[in-house]
């Protein structure tokens, strides 16, 4: 699954060598942020509910899928991975990593890392608003997001051959899978998620895909606005 960020996300955690943000960004070992599954997991459930609300034939697929009540029993059939950078990019921090370890700098590594999640992420700041909408704090607070425009992927991997309603009803979550971390309604994490077969697909054809696993269309005929097709 590839996850295009549109905007800034707040993928709220713990760094691996600490940014000194009053709200840090979850990273690997390697300061490379990365969104955790259990959060992905959280947010493709409640897409699938939506598109069974609009289909209530996906039902069966989406208990298959995810399981019933939120339980992460042994019954699912997806397993998703953390959707990290592309392999390529994990490869060369982890070499740079290697060479400043083999040369016996543990504060040189260190300074890597930091610069790793510098190079991934920026600081905001701004100050803590209460419920009705006064300042609840003078201090200016900063947060750390990660950059618009990376591109994660989250392995997905079956415990058995997918159906086709299966597939159907994970892409229409994907499709409906639009935002992750905190701040939503101030319009952070906006994302795209699509179903790819490989990390370097392109979003275009990657969307192409997840619409036809779908079933859905965006035809000229119908406005422009997705529609299921009618067998």
């Given amino acids: 699954m590839l996850l295009d960020l549109a905007s800034p996300a707040v993928f709220a955690g713990t760094s691996a060598a600490g940014t000194a943000a ?22 493709l459930r409640d897409a699938a509910v939506s598109a069974v609300r609009a289909d209530p034939a996906l039902l069966p697929a989406a208990r298959s899928l995810f399981g019933a ?32 370890a083999g040369e016996g700098s543990g504060d040189a590594a260190s300074t890597l890392v930091r610069a790793v999640t510098d190079a991934f992420t920026s600081v905001e700041s701004g100050v803590a608003i209460d419920g009705a909408g006064a300042s609840a704090d003078a201090r200016l607070r900063t947060v750390r997001v990660v950059d618009a425009g990376l591109r994660l992927t989250a392995p997905l991997r079956w415990t058995r051959t997918p159906g086709p309603e299966e597939v159907r009803c994970l892409a229409r979550a ?22 790819a077969e490989t990390s370097d697909a392109e979003a275009d054809a990657a969307h192409a895909r997840t619409l036809a696993w779908a079933d859905v269309d965006t035809g000229i005929e119908s406005g422009g606005s997705v529609r299921e097709r009618r067998m």
């Fill in 69 to 100: 009540s939120r339980k992460h029993g042994p019954g699912r059939i997806l397993r998703i991975g953390h959707a990290a950078p592309s392999e390529p990019v994990r490869a060369a921090v982890a070499w740079a990593l290697e060479q400043r």
């Fill in 174 to 195: 994907a499709l409906a899978f639009t935002q992750a971390g905190l701040k939503a309604g101030r319009g952070r994490g906006r994302l795209d998620a699509r179903l």
């Fill in 22 to 43: 009053d709200s840090d960004v979850v990273t690997d070992a390697h300061g490379l942020p990365y969104l955790p599954r259990q959060r992905i997991a959280a947010r």
